[in-house]
């Protein structure tokens, strides 16, 4: 799902986001003040490619084993090769800006460009700070990554790992176990604050030395458009939704009054322990609480596979179907060779679903602890769609190995989940017949509760963050603020107050690993502006909840047509090869929608809104 991924921490730093900060560029003087020249650009850029290519290698091998055997070698190691290509990265973005007056062929400035702004982190100029900042990044996510809840401090088999903290979240419909598991899991990460307090101010430092106010400034210049107009963006975006999101609020939280009674109030915000998911960002969980009454009940996907005993890697194999039916390659063999499918029994993993792309060509790898259910079976679908790109983008100079913009990494996988309808699922045997209309709503309903419910979540991460780095939010009002943002757009809150000695944004992968979150935001609209699109060029004439593109050589070369082009143009080019728009459009989500709205605002009348 939206959250349990993120390419390699070391990718991340070296190549991720597109680039090139469109501020007003003057016309470049005939030579440039440094004395460089168009020849030593190419130079350059020939030896940042090689030489980012075989850190970047070395890197995600060490990450690779990090993540699926955690020890304090695996970490030190995976570390050390971290900080050599945070090192390198943050040489060459520094380089980069030497060649900022010359005259260059445009491929050749747009990897300039790219290359000025690919760092998520930027190491601080002193080699002691620069190493003690990639040295908390990999403790923390380790200390995540290993993370337990011991109820009355009992160890062993009685303390509880994230999986299991999540399966509990899901499944547990009695209010105080659920709340002592979400108090529980965010006691993990109290050890955290004082370590990302420390790691904001190294990171600030980084950042600073390539000329940007702080680290969020940097996360925002790598959007093709000024850092500012990017953050009105995403502000317009979410004006597009939020009144459908206030529909499914108070529908949501009138169904969990009846339930829970007074422990939800009538009006006011969601208790935070009650929506079926640690961080309420997906409340998928709970659709038998929020079910429609009189309304056949959804089918379970989740049913399904377990009847049917499918197997993770099965669950796999029918992921790479959908993209082979839209004419891609089928995935090498080292894939299934090398993947990590399950959870070992014997050792302890980094399970949050993530894609590998270890050689920067084929060596492309998931690693997932799967759990044969429909959530899974989504997460699979999305982890690939990595996969797919990585691949399509593997010809062009390592530079330019990446997605248009980083939320385009995150939508594609997203995008063919949209197509797993009930009739694609009639088409490859899992389900024997497509239920008719009358259980669109729930569908619809359930598809809400995953991805609508997520946006506020998805944009509200790097608020926070952004202005923790920027300085407006201090340590000491770090767990203050969240909540604040909390309350502000998801309209949830704890159950009680939580104090500042709480880290309780800690408790998120995210935050530990550093690895920026607008992405998903924008992944989450950009995935129903590209099926609006791939519909179109599938021919399908259903609502747009009800076409699957599945088998569509005709969409799949469109897609194709866009993966490929890697990062080597700005975004709008990339979304106008796949859609023909250039700017992004929640409005496909609203369309994807609008059935629903109907129905919600039937439900909900008289009902007390917002809170
Ligand atoms: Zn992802």
Redesign the pocket.
Known sequence: M?S???LALALAAIVAGSALIARAQTAPPAASPSGATAAEARQFLEDANRELLRLWIGASRAGWVQGTYITPDTEAMAAQANEAAVNAGTRYAKEARRFDGVTLPPQDRRQMDVLKNSLTMSAPPIPEEAEAMTRLVASMESTYGSGKYCPDNVTGDACLDIEEITKIMAESRNPERLRDVWEGWHTISVPLKKDYAAFVTLSNKGAAALGYPDTGAMWRGKYDMPPDAFARDLDRLWEQLRPLYLSLHTYVRSRLHEKYGAAVPERGPIPAHLLGNLWQQDWTNIYDVVAPAGVPPAFSLTDRLVARKMEPVEMVKVGERFFTSLGFEPLPKTFWDRSMFTKPRDREVVCHAS?WDIDAVDDVRIRMCIDVNDEDFTTIH??LG?NFYQRAYGTLPMILRDSANDGF??AV?DTLALSVTPEYLVKIGLLESAPDASADMGLLLKSALERLAFLPFGLLVDQWRWQVFSGKIAPSDYNRAWWDLKLRYQGVAPASARGDAFFDPGAKYHVPANTPYSRYFLARILQFQFHRALAREAGCTTPLHRCSIYGSRQAGQRLKAMLEMGASKPWPDALEALTGERQMDAGAMADYFAPLKTWLDEQNRGKPSGW
Do not use: R, S
């Open positions: 939206y349990k991924h993120l894609a999305h982890e990595h990494h995150e996988g």
